[in-house]
């Protein structure tokens, strides 16, 4: 091997910065937040953290709603998201525009305003018990705020951009062609939807899903104040043990059953994807 | 081909290994950073000649407190140090959390913590305040000083109970009132995770024969009696302060400036002294231990917050805190509710000693979070 071919541009060269990066930034502090999960008193290594962890029902219960709450905003995110990305790649040029605007605009403000926001409209006295007692259709009003429903309401609408932005994506990569054989060889509107479009953009939603469920277990600030401090899921218990208690091996332990959460999805979901993909092939 | 696989991964193994290696020493590097300027401290920025700065990163709650601080702290200091400081807003908790994580370089100077994180937190964190250096220090109300050189009180937080006069006709007169059958699922509170939550029990024991160190009537009357009552848990004082906005709640445990804030921003909301005590919350401003500050600044800073025009200026609107230098004439809503000097406000309000909290406080909170969790 000479020195000219030594000196080629290699390929992934160029990802040298970012594999240093990554490497200082990302995989040693991870690495630093497992290992510190399993110190138990005295700094010796022990499973104590976990077994402490999987001791209590509190904790268990945490885990299994912070789990449920992943799913549930997903499978709502997934359900009004669809559409709303179907209209909006369907919509007119000239109303894209706004759309747009509409689509992103709950990104343009912080988390924390919007999260208040959902405390006036989710209240005894708020938007919808206010509507829903006028309408007649409930007689006293029904408990949204401090309720897991009420979480599970305003991180939908929270999160709802993060489906919607990649099944846009991924419809809009849709040969229009394909609806006009599909039309052409005789099927209908909903059966060209769901042979033709609907598993072409598999790979968006499943993209979706997976921001959508991360970005929801790892909230902290929405579930806090809308849930109050009687729901607690894991991001709550890893600041209380972390930063309340100073228990940073407990809360290491916590956080990374966080991350096995979200691997886990990961790998399911991209599994399910690559499944898809070999079925649009 | 197969040559060329071989020789990729072991290239790409040998960079692994180097990156490993790089960053390992790299971390190592960084840990030592501090010890080796402090030791060759000939080499550093020092301007003022006590080989530290005088320009202060100080931290404080957001709120009425950065307002304070801002306004009338900073510029006193100023004024009568010389020096400039920077805020950071953070609470107590996380505070303690950032020095502990970093002990060796701290992000902060200065650091204004509540009494019960202070007393838990590792003493090696802090350095004590040389009291010669703090001119206005015999101007502290005795109960306010620290028996072991630590900087006094800063000023004092009162939790009383606050009230949406729209809802409740008679004002409520005792703590026990949070129990009372008519305000079913229209009370509030903090969690046992903040301070007021933590002292509101304490305080709710100590009525039914409990104690610092017993809270087990508190737990009692909580599952018994407050729990029909709670409309749910505040996460914090602004979630409160937006339960109380939206009509939400009618009564809940708050403190004296922050229910004055909200009324001023023209909500629905009294605030009384219950009869057996408001409680006090006290702050303090600490140094913090191996910053790089210069120590008589950051006394400087202490011993501004301390004067009588800080003092005078705090107990007045919009912050209305509790002064701690008994030479300010209460005035306004302090002098209404408390009476006109600071030795009359102390004879009423409630101390808790946090020593014997802080070492059962984690085991409370998680009984707290199984006893309220829906």
């Given at each position: ?32 937040l497992i290992?510190?999960s ?11 953290n976990y077994?402490k962890f999987f001791?209590?029902?509190?904790n268990v219960?945490a885990l299994t709603?912070t789990f ?149 277990v ?15 899921y894991l991001p709550?218990l890893i600041?209380?043990q ?8 407990f809360a290491a332990a916590v956080s990374t059953l966080l991350l096995i959460m979200v691997i886990a ?17 | ?374």
């Amino acid at each position: 091997m000479n020195i000219s071919q030594l000196l080629k541009p290699q390929p992934g060269q160029l990802a040298l910065p970012l594999a240093i990066f990554l490497q200082l930034f990302y995989v040693v502090p991870l690495v630093i937040l497992i290992a510190t999960s399993f110190q138990g008193d005295g700094g010796a290594v022990s499973f104590d953290n976990y077994s402490k962890f999987f001791g209590s029902s509190v904790n268990v219960k945490a885990l299994t709603d912070t789990f449920l709450l992943g799913v549930q905003v997903t499978v709502a995110c997934l359900i009004i998201g669809y559409p709303v990305a179907y209209f909006y790649v369907n919509a007119p040029a000239a109303w894209k525009g706004i759309l747009t605007f509409l689509i992103m605009l709950p990104l343009l403000t912080s988390a924390v305003v919007r999260t208040f926001g959902w405390v006036v409209i989710l209240g005894r006295q708020g938007l919808i018990n206010t509507a829903l007692l006028n309408l007649g259709i409930i007689e006293t009003p029904i408990r949204l705020l401090f309720s897991h429903n009420g979480v599970l309401i305003a991180l939908t609408q929270i999160w709802l951009p993060m489906m919607v932005l990649p099944i846009v994506a991924s419809l809009s990569q849709i040969d229009s062609r394909l609806a006009a054989a599909s039309k052409s060889l005789g099927g209908g509107a909903w059966r060209t939807f769901w042979q033709i479009t609907f598993p072409l953009t598999l790979p968006g939603m499943i993209s979706g899903a997976l921001l959508v469920f991360a970005l929801t277990v790892s909230s902290f600030v929405t579930p806090s104040i809308i849930g109050g401090g009687q729901l607690i899921y894991l991001p709550t218990l890893i600041y209380q043990q972390g930063i309340v208690l100073l228990n940073q091996p407990f809360a290491a332990a916590v956080s990374t059953l966080l991350l096995i959460m979200v691997i886990a999805v990961v790998v399911l979901l991209s599994a399910l994807g690559k499944r898809s993909r070999r079925y649009i092939r | 081909m197969a040559k060329h696989q071989t020789f990729h991964l072991s290239r790409r193994t040998l960079l692994g290994a180097g990156l490993f290696a790089g960053t390992s020493l790299l971390i190592k590097a960084c840990d030592a950073t501090p010890t080796a300027s402090n030791g060759g401290g000939a080499g550093g920025d020092d301007t003022s000649g006590g080989g530290g700065r005088s320009d202060l990163v100080v931290t404080t709650f957001a709120g009425s407190w950065e307002q304070l601080y801002r306004d009338v702290i900073v510029p006193a200091y100023q004024a009568t140090a010389g020096g400039s400081a920077n805020l950071v807003t953070m609470v107590s908790l996380e505070q303690v959390a950032q020095l502990t994580a970093a002990p060796q370089s701290p992000p902060f100077d200065i650091a204004l913590i509540d009494e019960g994180p202070f007393n838990a937190a590792s003493k090696d964190l802090f350095v004590p305040v040389p009291s010669e250096l703090l001119s206005n220090y015999d101007q502290v109300a005795p109960e306010l000083q620290s028996t072991d050189g630590w900087a006094p009180t800063t000023g004092i937080q009162v939790i009383g109970l606050a009230y949406n006069p729209n809802e409740v006709s008679t004002p409520p007169t005792s703590w026990e009132d949070l129990y009372d059958p008519q305000y079913r699922g229209r009370v509030s509170m903090q969690g046992m995770q903040t301070t007021q939550g933590t002292s509101v029990m304490v305080q709710l024991a100590k009525l039914r024969g409990g104690s610092e160190s017993d809270i087990e009537p508190a737990f009692q009357a909580l599952e018994q009696e407050l729990r029909p009552n709670l409309a749910g848990l505040a996460a914090n004082s602004g979630a409160l302060a937006t339960l109380f906005q939206q009509g939400e709640i009618a009564l809940a445990p708050h403190d004296l400036n922050n229910v004055m804030a909200l009324q001023a921003r023209g909500v629905e909301i009294e605030w009384v002294a219950p009869q057996e005590g408001a409680i006090a919350m006290r702050p303090s401003q600490q140094i913090v231990a191996n910053t790089t500050a210069d120590l008589a600044s950051a006394a400087a800073f202490i011993d501004a917050s301390l004067s009588l025009e800080v003092q005078t200026a705090m107990a007045q609107a919009p912050y209305n805190f509790l002064p701690v230098n008994r030479n300010v004439e209460l005035s306004g809503v302090l002098a209404e509710k408390f009476g006109s000097t600071l030795d009359d406000a102390l004879s009423t309000l409630v101390f808790l000693d946090w020593s014997q909290i802080n070492p059962q406080r984690a085991e409370w909170i998680e009984r707290f979070d199984r006893a309220i969790q829906i």
